[in-house]
């Protein structure tokens, strides 16, 4: 939404949305493309347009409002829901407005779906510990976008550690990772005998020998 103003006639000034197709109408210039124009060079554009109705047009141009779109974020955020977020917003943005993330999420495990003109899904992986720390260019938000941040997994980890118990498993976690966070090995601990059990769905439980030591 703009407000245009021509000075020294009030019954000029009006506000006016842009369109979608990027074009707003003004009383006597018609039609005028604003996409890709600044404030001023839109009122230049405005001005030019009046020269012939207005001695020395003074046509100023302000911002009023800016247009906005719906997005969502769901899972392990603080406040998940659907957000009004301006139209050059980024994900980063979003999950600000969310209230960050809870610590059970795994935020290199979120995934952004989005809709394509023709009505088909498309979905792109985010790496929400990257782009949260500045080490990624967070991706730009569409018009119903939905981010969804999985809960972390869990683990167990038993025998010979100095902290043995469940432990939540982020994307791109690996057994070391996860012993560290287990307290480290014990001394009486045998690396090269180690055992990882994993559950795979529509599968009984399948176990791996584990040489730690390599």
Do not use: C
């Not at 000034?13 to 001023?40: K, Q, W």
């Not at 969310?98 to 979905?123: C, H, Y």
């Amino acid at each position: 939404m703009l407000a245009i103003g021509v000075w020294g006639y009030p019954d000029l000034t009006s506000v006016v949305e842009v369109r979608p197709d990027g074009y707003v109408a003004f009383p006597l210039v018609g039609e005028v493309l604003a996409e890709g124009l600044t404030p001023g060079e839109l009122a230049a554009v405005l001005g030019e347009g009046l020269r012939q109705y207005v001695r020395e047009p003074r046509v100023t141009v302000s911002l009023q409002q800016m247009r906005s779109i719906q997005a969502s974020i769901l899972g392990a955020v603080r406040n998940p829901g659907t957000y009004p977020m301006r139209y050059d917003a980024r994900v980063s943005d979003l999950v600000g407005r969310a209230g960050g993330l809870l610590d059970e999420a795994d935020p290199k495990g979120a995934v952004l779906t989005r809709t394509r003109p023709d009505g088909s899904l498309t979905t792109m992986r985010l790496d929400l510990e990257a782009i949260l720390q500045g080490a990624s260019p967070p991706p730009s938000l569409a018009a119903g976008d939905v981010v969804y941040v999985p809960p972390a997994r869990p683990a167990v980890v038993l025998g010979a550690v100095n902290s043995p118990g469940q432990f939540r498993v982020r994307s791109g976690m690996r057994v070391l990772e996860l012993l560290a966070a287990a307290g480290g090995l014990q001394r009486r601990a045998d690396p090269a005998g180690a055992v990882l059990t994993r559950h795979v769905e529509s599968a009984s439980a399948r176990s791996f020998r584990v040489n730690l030591q390599d």
